[in-house]
């Protein structure tokens, strides 16, 4: 009996050697296998667009695929669910932003947006504009003012995200005028019938809208940020416009649940600054309309101090509007 039990007891010591490194093993071959990117939106929007292209330089970078994996719907409060609830092994991370870590509190989410998370960077800065069909019968922000004033309740703007409710809302209080808000998934199919004139009006990041700006294919009424932007300075504020206050935040970084090792913090960071180090990069970033991040930002200490003043800042504003998901 004695013998069986130093038999067992020599098997579980073993048992626990063996797990113990192989867990360390497993640190230090991080990353082993490919790395699941959420993108919290349908294909075709800018966080997709951003996402490919971020995922594409770090692969050589980490030496394993960053594969894409577009989870939309709820103003992407679902995809955010499936990362909160991700194993913390660095295998499964998500590009986030305003609308997801700060106008997600809109949902009715079952997980914590200031705990349940890591930051991992802050990649760029993301002026949000306000842009229109091609066709609509005003140019600017002065022009939409006074066509909504003369059509009430007839401008239709997507509804793809927190920030774009916020910001219909906002209009409607700071012009005293109304307008239908349609909801959409995401600012894929937002900006494909937005293309083909279904709706007026829509407010999303640069990276998605500013190509069909530049192209003809639509409007730019406004830049929703307090300074013209260095990568688009001839888009006016809605400050030089004549509807002050209208503003938008934007900015896309990446996250990892949390009680991920600091360790796979470490290179999955070191992977991120160097890819935003690339020129190549950074011009392609530029040619978006993203102004990327300061070298102190893109730390994962930068992050969460600039994700908490984005909670100080937007969230007793989303609260005291009572703004609800759609």
Known sequence: ??????????????????????????????????????????????????????AERMRPLLGQPVVIENVGGAGGSIALGRVARASPDGYTIDIGQW?????????NINYNLQTDFTPIGLMSINPQLMVAR??????????????????????????????????????????????????????????TDLLAGNVDLMVAQAAAVLPHVRGGSLKAIANLSPQRSRVMPEIPTADESG??????????????????????????????????ADPAMRTRLAELGLDVASREQQTPQGLAEFYKAEVDKWWPILKAANIKGE
């Open 99 to 107: 609308d997801t870590h700060v106008g997600g509190i809109i949902y």
């Open 243 to 276: 509807v002050r206050g209208l503003y938008t935040s934007g900015w896309f970084g990446l996250f990892a649940p949390k009680g991920i090792p600091n360790d796979v913090i470490s290179k999955l960071n070191g992977a991120m600054v160097e890819a935003l």
């Open 1 to 54: 009996m004695f013998a069986a039990r130093r038999q067992f007891l020599q098997f579980s010591a073993n048992a626990v050697a063996a797990t113990a490194y192989a867990s360390i093993a497993h640190a230090q071959a991080y990353p082993s296998r490919p790395i699941t990117l959420i993108v919290p939106f349908p294909p075709g929007g800018s966080t997709d667009v951003v996402g490919r292209i971020v």
């Open 134 to 191: 091609k066709n609509l019968p005003a140019d600017d922000l002065k022009g939409l003012v006074a066509y909504m004033k003369a059509n009430p309740g007839k401008a239709l703007l997507a509804n793809q995200t927190a920030a774009a409710q916020t910001s219909g809302m906002q209009l409607q209080e700071l012009t005293g005028t109304t307008l239908q808000l349609i909801p959409y998934r995401g600012a894929g199919p937002a900006l």
